[in-house]
């Protein structure tokens, strides 16, 4: 998991958050689109998941690994240990 985290904090805070809406509008639009088609619900469903466990790794303090969700890019310092977050 260290490792997956790694990969995905490697990008600055601000694609990190443009991938996060981008695969939100996505994964919306498919659970909405997925009632009538249900094949796409089939392909909703994970993709969904695997937005959330993305933001659960993308926005987090590099420094005491607390989650500040994906307001990460409003923050100048972390509100849990103080440090300066580099964006």
């Known amino acids: 998991m260290d490792k997956l985290k ?21 994964s919306s639009l498919l659970v909405g689109i997925g009632f009538k088609i249900h094949f796409l619900l089939i392909l909703a469903i994970p993709l969904l998941l695997l937005t959330i466990l993305y933001a ?17 890019t409003n923050y100048a310092h972390c509100p849990m240990c103080g440090k300066r977050i580099e964006k």
């Not at 790694?6 to 996505?26: L, N, P, Y």
């Not at 303090?61 to 307001?71: I, M, R, S, T, Y």
């Open 6 to 26: 790694a990969f995905i904090c490697k990008d600055s805070a601000k694609i990190r958050e443009r991938i996060f809406i981008v695969s939100t509008i996505v």
């Open 56 to 72: 659960r790794l993308a926005f987090r303090c590099p420094h005491c690994d607390a989650f500040l969700g994906a307001q990460l």
